[in-house]
């Protein structure tokens, strides 16, 4: 059972960084960068046919896109609170499916199936495909130390959402928020959703033009579903060991490193 996060005591200083802490905060600067790559390269293998799909999509559909993508965001951070209520039978869901392959496989299956039908199947899909990743993003959560069925956390997997696209111009997570507390109703959930959904919905448009074509979006959308899986989840190792970290040594020594990684990864190697 996990225990509820610690939350920063302003009475009580912070740890100072010491060598083993400044090298977890450049690995999880590098984990960032290798997430991304990896979903460029399963964009990449899609090639043309992405491409394609993404010219095929009149502005209507993606209107549809991003509102799917809210809609989406929205049913996953419901769910994921009543799945995870012990004495529903979680327990079991979660010893067979709880792993992040599992997650991963599963995921693959079904954008293979949301591809058959084109993009009015690849719709109907996405809930499905965004409530899988959301509960992997909550495990991550949870090995760092946080309740993976409250409130609190749950805004904080949608956060991870916000990641937007793996550009070179995106540090992939907003760490100007990290600390930030969340206000917790409905209306400021939704709030947030909407400020998300923009970007998630960015990143779903290469996935949902792979699918465009129907039979043939079959393997896209199981190339990107898995690629989906993998940057999101490497996102929220990268989110909440950031969180983990902060509640230890404060946040501001604890990004100051992580810039300060992110920097040094940008600058040219001397040859």
């Not at 993606?62 to 965001?73: G, K, M």
């Not at 509960?135 to 937007?164: H, K, M």
């Not at 970290?245 to 100051?256: C, F, K, P, S, Y």
């Amino acid at each position: 059972m996990s225990t509820p996060m610690r939350e920063i005591n302003p009475e009580v200083p912070p740890r100072p960084l010491d060598d083993s802490v400044r090298a977890e905060i450049a690995a999880l600067a590098e984990r960032q960068a290798r997430a991304g790559r990896g979903l460029m390269r399963i964009i990449n293998l899609a090639g043309d046919r992405v491409e394609g799909g993404m010219r095929m999509l009149p502005k209507p559909a993606r209107t549809r896109i991003e509102a799917a993508a809210r809609a989406a965001l929205s049913r996953s951070y419901d769910v994921a609170a009543r799945t995870r209520r012990p004495g529903n039978g979680a327990g079991a869901l979660e010893a067979a499916f709880g792993t992040d392959g599992a997650a991963r496989v599963m995921a693959t299956i079904s954008g293979a199936v949301g591809g058959l039908g084109g993009l009015t199947t690849a719709l109907a899909e996405l809930p499905v495909a965004t409530t899988m990743i959301f509960r992997a993003v909550q495990r991550v959560a949870e090995a760092n130390g946080e309740d993976p069925a409250s409130d609190e956390t749950r805004a904080e997997c949608l956060r991870v959402f916000g990641a937007g696209g793996p550009d070179e111009e995106d540090e992939g997570i907003d760490t100007a928020f990290l600390g930030a507390r969340l206000g917790l109703s409905g209306v400021a959930v939704n709030r947030l959703i909407s400020r998300i959904a923009p970007r998630f919905a960015t990143v779903l448009g290469q996935k949902l033009a792979g699918q465009a074509v129907p039979i043939l979006g079959a393997a896209a959308g199981a190339g990107t579903n898995y690629a989906f899986v993998d940057y999101y989840v490497e996102v929220a190792h990268v989110h909440f060991g950031l969180r983990r970290l902060a509640r230890i040594h404060g946040e501001e020594q604890v990004l100051d490193a992580f810039h300060a990684a992110l920097e040094r990864r940008r600058m040219p190697t001397k040859r």
